[in-house]
């Protein structure tokens, strides 16, 4: 036969390049015209029957006929019922058919017909039940593979889960079942009973309609059951996502506890956004509790409903009151759908909102990765750093105080620029310094001179102290304040928290109080007993009066609020300005006195060398001057020796030669010994001479010398006691930064405040949610007015017709008698919810009268107390009780407890008010 050029429906198409499996074409999809495939573009030939077959003009010739589905060898052809193969026209053309619509019979005088009629209906078969079976075979291979998956996919709780589900629906629709089948049954039995009247066989047609209804109620109830099943599940994946992110950033907040603060900061406003998403899953659980609730509500309603269509089946025969009690039924049911339409958009929009969070806590949990590599490369930073810092300090800096120049460097790099100033102003001190030392030096007064200077150091420290003792206490009358306007801030923020709070619970209440007045409305609409025109609008204006107080006190507070922020941070940067000054003032003098003691020892040492080069001079003069006072005394022993020898030898010579020669000659020698014994002896007295003036001179540097030492270990004690104050004072200094900062108010606290401005917004459009909501209410009672009279007439009605039921009493048979008891067992049942509702109230008075008095016993025993707390400050009691002093903890604890006590007795008084005016509607 014809060769197709489209594959056979549930076929794998011809795969893509980089197809990893093959692609199906789905069942029921129709080939759009226009839509090419590979097969029909590459081959000339199949393009002119393709284009005659999906001609997008006027002429369709082959469109959706036989030849065309033979050609294409599509899945969708008729029976041979439906079409005659020789006679083809457009008058067997079914209307309805999406697959297949043949147009008229082009081969209707075509000479080739026969042959291609001949044996063509059995091939044809074969070919539809192929395209059957490979279809099914198909759809059946994707069930059992999506099947495989979801099983796979599933686990054993939640099959568990589901099982249970299923078994509970299916016992509903079993229980569902049976009471439509009674209804049925009912039916059926009153149909036969009745007679072949027309009006009631009207009266059974709609009694059939509203069974249907029912049904259709019913079926909604299942849809919106499993719905929640289906909300449920997508909480249950939304916590398990919320516990494993809460598991990683417990483990990232242990990897980076090294790291900044500012990382520590975002990862705890991940925790709060963490912790936001669970509040609203919360929320979400709590509305779907509320929607399941309703839907019990709806059932118990339907059960109602149902319970009335069997009575008013019993009272068929009635048909005009039972018109028009269906006429109302039709309106309930109505306004149920309506309700059930309602939630089915409010489930959806919670399934929207669900969806949000998940990518909401994806988007979180990304961040958190960035978080944590961004953490590590700090990490590493900060290791890095650390490296460098130990390598470059010496052994006397410890790790704490590489932290500290870590935290300094920044303000260092700033302070540097203003320091090079003053750097150059105290060389030019220390110069001028230099050169009097010089001039000092050169005098012998230079040790009185430093004396001098040592005093009038002495004089300025004292002074620096006197002016740092001053600061102190101006710091310390600053802390006071400080305190005290901290605590007087503490005091109003939680005064204003209490009093939001308040505000809040009123607008609460407010919400509520509608939604009761709504409620009561309803009932008053359902027992159509009560007139509430002028309660409406006196509660309608009470309530806007309330909300209009409310937002006034709102934003007074809120002004009251910016005020005192303002001036907290005009006060904080007043003391930083402060500080900053003293801290500067600290620095030049710590330069200044370094730059004295270094030039200090400098002196000290350049004449220690000079008086250790003078003495050592005058020790190598002392010794020459010994070595020659030893080699004169060894050479006049030597000449008197000599001399000796000399006298003996001539007083041997003597007793030959003549002695006036002799003594002549000694005389001549003696004189010249004697003249030269003389000159030694002078040289000799010059060199002692010379000798007790050096040991003078030593005996006088070594004084000097050991002045000196006592003098520059006097210096060293005091610059090392002015460094010890120094310490002290940048100590102090460093204290003050501390407490500063924690005066100042941090991010979280600004954070904090922000939220509290967006509550107070949301609070206010819950204000004006509300007053929306009191002009619904009131175009409500306008409405539920006009539906009273209504109902007043329709009752109007009603007893003119039970009065011509009594004047028709005499002539009525046994069926009157029936309908007479069940309009008196009406009128007793409503007699016992009467008389039920009276004794009700008598209970809640006296449960009033009881709330009342003790509620205004603890009213006066807690105004005592709050007046003792506004008093004092301090609750009394809890001493005796504690023998302990009262803090800051468990005073704000003693108020808030006596607020909330004052907020329940405000709430009790409205009560009671609202009970007294539903006692004197009763009365009425």
């Known amino acids: 036969m014809f060769r197709s050029t489209r594959p056979l429906i549930g076929t794998p198409r011809e795969p893509q390049k980089g197809a990893q499996a093959f692609e199906f074409t789905p069942i029921g999809d129709e080939n759009k015209h226009g839509s090419y495939t590979k097969a029909t573009t590459g081959k000339k030939g199949a393009t002119d029957i393709h284009n005659l077959i999906y001609n997008n003009g006027s002429r369709k010739p082959l469109h959706n006929s036989p030849l065309e589905n033979k050609l294409r060898g599509g899945s969708s052809f008729?029976?041979?019922?439906?079409?005659?193969?020789?006679?083809?026209?457009?008058?067997?053309?079914?209307?309805?058919?999406?697959?297949?619509?043949?147009?008229?019979?082009?081969?209707?005088?075509?000479?080739?017909?026969e042959l291609l009629n001949n044996g063509s209906n059995p091939v044809r078969q074969q070919q539809e039940d192929l395209s059957r079976l490979t279809s099914e075979n198909y759809n059946l291979k994707v069930k059992i593979a999506s099947l495989t998956k979801y099983l796979n996919a599933v686990t054993n709780q939640e099959q568990q889960y589901i099982y249970e589900e299923n078994s509970r629906l299916q016992e509903q629709l079993i229980l569902l079942r049976e009471e439509v089948?009674?209804?049925?049954?009912?039916?059926?039995?009153?149909?036969?009973?009745?007679?072949?009247?027309?009006?009631?066989?009207?009266?059974?047609?709609?009694?059939?309609?509203?069974?249907?209804?029912?049904?259709?109620?019913?079926?909604?109830?299942?849809?919106?059951?499993?719905?929640?099943?289906?909300?449920?599940?997508?909480?249950?994946?939304?916590?398990?996502?919320?516990?494993?992110?809460q598991d990683e950033v417990e483990h990232q907040s242990q990897k980076s506890r090294l790291s900044s603060p500012v990382s520590k900061q975002h990862i705890a406003n991940l925790h709060q956004e963490l912790e936001e998403a669970n509040g609203l899953i919360e929320d979400k659980n709590f509305e779907l509790r509320q929607k399941d609730d309703e839907l019990d509500e709806k059932d118990d309603l339907i059960e109602n409903l149902q319970a009335q269509v069997r009575q008013l089946q019993q009272s068929s025969h009635r048909d005009g009151v039972a018109e028009s009690q269906v006429d109302e039924l039709k309106l309930l049911l109505k306004d149920k759908d309506e309700q059930l339409a309602q939630q089915k958009r409010e489930v959806k929009s919670l399934e929207k909102e669900v969806e949000y969070l998940k990518e909401s806590i994806m988007k979180a949990n990304d961040e958190a990765e960035e978080?944590?590599?961004?953490?590590?490369?700090?990490?590493?930073?900060?290791?890095?750093?650390?490296?460098?810092?130990?390598?470059?300090?010496?052994?006397?800096?410890?790790?704490?105080?590489?932290?500290?120049?870590?935290?300094?460097?920044?303000?260092?790099?700033?302070?540097?620029?203003?320091?090079?100033?003053?750097?150059?102003?105290?060389?030019?001190?220390?110069?001028?310094?230099?050169?009097?030392?010089?001039?000092?030096?050169?005098?012998?007064d230079a040790a009185?001179?430093?004396?001098?200077?040592?005093?009038?150091?002495?004089?300025?420290?004292?002074?620096?102290?006197?002016?740092?003792?001053?600061?102190?206490?101006?710091?310390?009358?600053?802390?006071?304040?400080?305190?005290q306007n901290k605590a007087k801030r503490t005091d109003n923020e939680d005064l204003w928290k209490s009093e939001v709070e308040l505000l809040t619970d009123k607008v609460k209440d407010l919400n509520v109080e509608n939604e009761k007045l709504y409620e009561d409305l309803e009932k008053e609409k359902r027992t159509k007993a009560l007139d509430q025109d002028s309660y409406?609008?006196?509660?309608?204006?009470?309530?806007?009066?309330?909300?209009?107080?409310?937002?006034?006190?709102?934003?007074?507070?809120?002004?009251?609020?910016?005020?005192?922020?303002?001036?907290?941070q005009k006060e904080l940067a007043r003391c930083d300005n402060i500080i900053e000054q003293k801290e500067k003032e600290l620095k030049v003098t710590k330069d200044e006195l370094r730059s004295l003691k270094m030039s200090t020892l400098q002196q000290l040492d350049d004449e220690k060398i000079e008086l250790i080069k003078v003495k050592g001079s005058k020790e190598s003069q002392i010794k020459l001057l010994q070595i020659e006072l030893e080699n004169i005394k060894e050479q006049h022993q030597m000449e008197v020796t000599s001399l000796k020898k000399l006298i003996e030898r001539l007083k041997k010579t003597t007793a030959t030669t003549d002695e006036p020669l002799i003594s002549?000659?000694?005389?001549?020698?003696?004189?010249?010994?004697?003249?030269?014994?003389?000159?030694?002896?002078?040289?000799?007295?010059?060199?002692?001479?010379?000798?007790?003036?050096?040991?003078?001179?030593?005996?006088?540097?070594?004084?000097?010398?050991?002045?000196?030492?006592?003098?520059?270990?006097?210096?060293?004690?005091?610059?090392?006691?002015?460094?010890?104050?120094?310490?002290?004072m940048s100590g102090k200094l460093y204290k003050l930064k501390r407490d500063m900062k924690d005066m100042v108010p941090t991010k979280q606290e600004l954070e904090e405040l922000s939220d509290l401005k967006?509550?107070?917004?949301?609070?206010?459009?819950?204000?004006?949610?509300?007053?929306?909501?009191?002009?619904?209410?009131?175009?409500?009672?306008?409405?539920?007015?006009?539906?009273k009279e209504l109902v007043q007439?329709?009752?109007?009605?009603?007893?003119?017709?039970?009065?011509?039921?009594?004047?028709?009493?005499?002539?009525?048979?046994?069926?009157?008698?029936?309908?007479?008891?069940?309009?008196?067992?009406?009128?007793?049942?409503?007699?016992?919810?009467?008389?039920?509702?009276?004794?009700?109230?008598?209970?809640?008075?006296?449960?009033?009268?009881?709330?009342?008095?003790?509620?205004?016993?603890?009213?006066?025993?807690?105004?005592?107390?709050?007046?003792?707390?506004?008093?004092?400050?301090?609750?009394?009691?809890?001493?005796?009780?504690?023998?302990?002093?009262?803090?800051?903890?468990?005073?704000?604890?003693?108020?808030?407890?006596?607020?909330?006590?004052?907020?329940?007795?405000?709430?009790?008084?409205?009560?009671?008010?609202?009970?007294?005016?539903?006692e004197m509607k009763a009365l009425v």
Do not use: W
């Open 78 to 113: 008729m029976d041979e019922s439906e079409y005659d193969t020789l006679n083809y026209s457009a008058s067997k053309q079914p209307q309805h058919q999406a697959s297949v619509s043949p147009a008229t019979n082009v081969f209707h005088n075509n000479p080739h017909q």
């Open 181 to 245: 089948s009674q209804l049925n049954r009912e039916l059926s039995i009153k149909e036969q009973q009745s007679q072949p009247a027309h009006s009631k066989s009207d009266n059974s047609e709609k009694y059939k309609d509203e069974i249907g209804r029912l049904r259709e109620n019913i079926h909604d109830l299942e849809m919106s059951l499993q719905e929640k099943e289906q909300m449920r599940e997508t909480i249950k994946d939304l916590q398990d996502l919320n516990r494993q992110l």
């Open 371 to 444: 978080l944590a590599q961004s953490l590590e490369a700090a990490e590493r930073k900060l290791n890095k750093f650390q490296d460098d810092m130990l390598n470059r300090s010496t052994g006397e800096r410890s790790t704490a105080e590489i932290e500290r120049l870590h935290s300094i460097n920044a303000d260092l790099e700033s302070q540097i620029e203003s320091l090079h100033a003053k750097f150059k102003e105290s060389k030019s001190i220390i110069s001028d310094q230099k050169q009097i030392i010089d001039e000092l030096s050169q005098s012998g």
């Open 448 to 483: 009185d001179e430093l004396k001098k200077e040592k005093e009038h150091l002495k004089i300025k420290i004292e002074q620096l102290q006197r002016e740092n003792e001053r600061t102190y206490k101006a710091y310390q009358d600053l802390k006071k304040m400080h305190q």
């Open 536 to 568: 409406a609008k006196l509660e309608l204006k009470s309530l806007t009066s309330k909300c209009n107080e409310l937002q006034l006190e709102l934003s007074d507070k809120e002004r009251s609020l910016e005020r005192l922020t303002s001036q907290h």
């Open 664 to 728: 002549s000659q000694v005389a001549d020698q003696s004189r010249e010994l004697l003249q030269k014994i003389t000159e030694k002896n002078s040289r000799i007295k010059y060199l002692t001479e010379k000798l007790t003036e050096a040991l003078l001179t030593l005996k006088e540097t070594q004084s000097k010398v050991t002045k000196l030492e006592s003098y520059k270990e006097d210096l060293r004690e005091e610059n090392y006691n002015l460094e010890a104050k120094l310490e002290d």
């Open 758 to 787: 967006l509550e107070l917004k949301l609070r206010q459009r819950e204000d004006k949610e509300s007053k929306t909501l009191v002009r619904q209410l009131s175009e409500k009672c306008n409405s539920l007015d006009e539906e």
């Open 793 to 918: 007439r329709r009752f109007e009605k009603l007893v003119e017709k039970y009065r011509q039921l009594q004047s028709t009493v005499s002539l009525t048979s046994t069926g009157s008698s029936r309908e007479l008891t069940t309009t008196q067992n009406k009128l007793d049942y409503y007699k016992m919810k009467h008389t039920k509702a009276i004794y009700q109230i008598k209970d809640l008075k006296f449960m009033n009268n009881f709330m009342k008095k003790s509620i205004q016993a603890t009213n006066t025993s807690l105004k005592k107390d709050i007046k003792k707390l506004q008093d004092v400050g301090i609750y009394p009691d809890y001493e005796l009780i504690s023998r302990k002093k009262p803090t800051l903890k468990v005073l704000l604890k003693f108020v808030l407890a006596a607020v909330r006590i004052k907020r329940k007795t405000e709430f009790s008084t409205v009560r009671n008010q609202r009970i007294e005016l539903l």
